[in-house]
């Protein structure tokens, strides 16, 4: 195929002009629906409803009294809290009062939360009391939305809070503003704030409603965190149709037994996880529920575990998208055991590119860029990062238009889909996290007595992905694995922190003095130990299969062999099969496996 034939191609592959509503802000989509549907049950969590017309009434409320505290067009407020009712809420909320939603995780690490409070200058905190002591150190001021204060202070400040108005305020935004700034595992050693626009998370709303299809009828599980830029699409996509979004607690979240058992309790029909957490409920006996229609992005889906999930029945469609192009930037149905990441979304552009920035020929591997409506704003106080990976789109005729270099490598199929090939840098994707490898290698550097580390993303015995640490310590004061893990949590979020830590002399270079990955040791499994009591044998022999270790003592930590929340529900799985009455709480508590199975009842 000649250049020109090639450019007549890419352009129709790229024909992905759809009509939405550009000028509008996504909470306008929200109110559309309360005037059509003011009775139907909006959102649920447990035992809890609210209609739209409660639902709305609720956030004009904190949006009124997020204005009242302070609270100007644009500021960045920031939303930490548990699991309930109150997330959408708070989402609605602030964008109602004309502000911009920072979503964090209650989980995270103390110190991970306060970096990004003081680098976005969140000005507001929406919070609960009792995790007002995680982050002492937050100057800014705390609007509490307990529902039973344990504490005088926060009962006024309640009382305040229900007697705003429930009209929504007067502001004046316009659709290229920006509606929340998320955070991301960043190469420097900090993560980075990614400012996404109303307009792009319109576009990705109204795109996703019609492909792979959202209506009024639909009730979407929601299970991820809000501090992951997924769940903007879990928690609004059903409230701007019509729908009903379900939260599931954080416990049901550790188990998917819980999980599979709230599927069938609120009739869920829509359900978006990574293929890590689709795996865990397809072990747990996903056929048995009503079909679903199965969203699966974040990391790359392995076609045997697409073939197990379309023998659940429903619909399985495989996303991908960088946060930096608003959530997903394109959508696949899976038939078979082929997956690719498909074709672009409505009013996005995808451009494989070589190094010259020339657009590659059909089958031949080159780099991501996405155009559109869906690119972000940019990196927040990031503008050197911003200009070189938001750079001028030169395909597009719209002026000042911009393409995201994603650093994905990728190659177009003759049927337009695209091909997911890898990366060209250190980014690696664990669990549907994106994790920039040179961000916990400045962890673990930062720890005294630590002098060098490399951390590689690679395969345990029993074939899954964990991160791997190669650490270089100073002489005459080593620390086991076990202590480093602990020193990481004070500043990494579990899903960062290495599941395994190998001591070596010196990291391997080339002669040009250039780190050699190659190079690096194999890991060797830990060895040991007495035979355990016959309950215990039955528990060591799941945690070494789950773990990929032979000879795992009884006494061991399962976190220092490199146990993580995902590993554990894995264990829970799996002795449930055997017959064995486990929960992820009981393996949190007692951390061994003698001490696990003194548990059982």
């Known amino acids: 195929m000649n250049e020109a034939g090639l450019h007549n191609v890419l352009m129709e592959w790229n024909a992905t002009e759809a009509a939405y509503p550009t000028g509008t802000l996504v909470h306008r989509l929200f109110e559309d629906q309360v005037v059509r549907r003011p009775a139907a049950i909006a959102a649920i969590f ?15 409320r904190l949006a009124n009294h997020l204005r009242e505290k302070g609270a100007s067009e644009g500021d960045r407020v920031g939303i930490y809290l548990e699991r309930s009712l109150d997330l959408p809420v708070a989402m609605l909320a602030i964008l109602k009062a004309g502000c911009v939603y920072v979503p964090l995780d209650p989980i995270y690490p103390d110190a991970r939360v306060q970096f990004i409070l003081d680098e976005a200058e969140v000005r507001l905190l929406i919070t609960q009391s009792n995790l007002a002591a995680a982050i002492p150190s937050y100057s800014g001021r705390r609007i509490f939305l307990d529902t039973a204060p344990p504490h005088p202070a926060v009962a006024e400040a309640t009382a305040k809070l229900s007697e705003a108005s429930s009209q929504p305020p007067q502001i004046n935004r316009v659709s290229s503003d920006i509606a929340y700034l998320i955070y991301t595992s960043g190469s420097t050693g900090q993560p ?35 501090a992951f830029d997924i769940a903007g699409l879990e928690l609004i996509l059903p409230l701007v149709v019509g729908g009903r979004v379900a939260i599931a607690s954080r416990e049901m979240t550790l188990d998917a037994g819980l999980l599979i058992a709230e599927i069938a309790r609120v009739k869920a029909t829509v359900m978006q996880a990574t293929p890590a957490s689709w795996r865990l409920l397809a072990e747990a006996g996903l056929g048995r529920c009503t079909p679903l229609r199965m969203l699966c992005g974040g990391e790359k889906l392995p076609p045997r575990l697409a073939e197990r999930l379309l023998e659940c029945g429903g619909d399985l469609w495989n996303l991908y998208g ?9 959508v696949s149905r899976v038939a078979s055991g ?16 070589d190094e010259s920035g020339c657009a590659v020929p059909v089958g031949a591997p080159g780099e991501l ?20 990976k938001f750079i001028a789109d030169p395909f597009s005729t719209v002026p000042g238009a911009r393409m995201y270099r994603t650093g994905d490598l990728v190659r177009y199929l003759p049927s337009g889909e695209l091909d997911f090939i890898g ?24 720890i005294p007595s630590i002098d060098d580390a490399v951390v590689v993303l690679a395969e345990n015995p029993a074939g899954e992905p964990w991160l791997v640490a190669y650490v270089v310590q100073s002489r005459g004061r080593a620390l086991d694995s076990c202590t480093i893990r602990l020193a990481l949590r004070k500043t990494l979020p579990d899903y960062m922190i290495p599941s395994v830590f190998v001591t070596i002399g010196a990291l391997p270079r080339t002669l040009n ?8 040791p194999p890991l060797k499994n830990a060895v040991q130990t007495p035979l355990p009591l ?22 061991d930590d399962i976190f220092a062999l490199g146990g993580d929340s995902l590993r554990i529900l894995q264990i829970v799985v799996r002795a449930r099969k055997a017959g064995i009455s486990l929960n992820a709480e009981q393996i949190f508590e007692h951390r061994t496996v003698s001490a696990v199975a003194k548990s059982i009842p």
């Open 46 to 60: 447990g035992a809890e409803r609210l209609t739209y017309l409660e639902l709305d009434a609720r956030a004009n």
């Open 192 to 226: 980075k704030g990614v400012e996404v626009t109303h307009r792009g998370f319109v576009n990705l709303l109204i795109s996703m409603a019609r492909e792979p299809g959202m209506n009024s009828d639909d009730v979407m599980l929601a299970l991820t965190t809000i």
């Open 322 to 330: 960088p946060t930096e192009t608003t959530i997903w930037s394109s």
């Open 338 to 353: 082929v997956v690719t990441i498909g074709r672009p979304i409505a009013n996005t552009r995808f451009y494989v590119l």
């Open 369 to 388: 860029h996405i155009g559109g409506d869906g690119v972000a704003r940019g990196y927040f106080k990031r503008a050197e990062l911003t200009a070189a």
């Open 423 to 446: 990366r060209r840098d250190r980014q690696v994707k664990l669990r549907g996290y994106r994790i920039e490898l040179p961000e916990v290698e400045a962890r673990i550097i930062a």
């Open 513 to 520: 003095g250039k780190l050699d990955l190659q190079a690096l």
């Open 534 to 555: 016959p309950n215990e044998q039955a528990m060591r022999l799941i945690w070494e299969e789950v773990l990929g270790i032979k000879g795992l003592g009884l006494t």
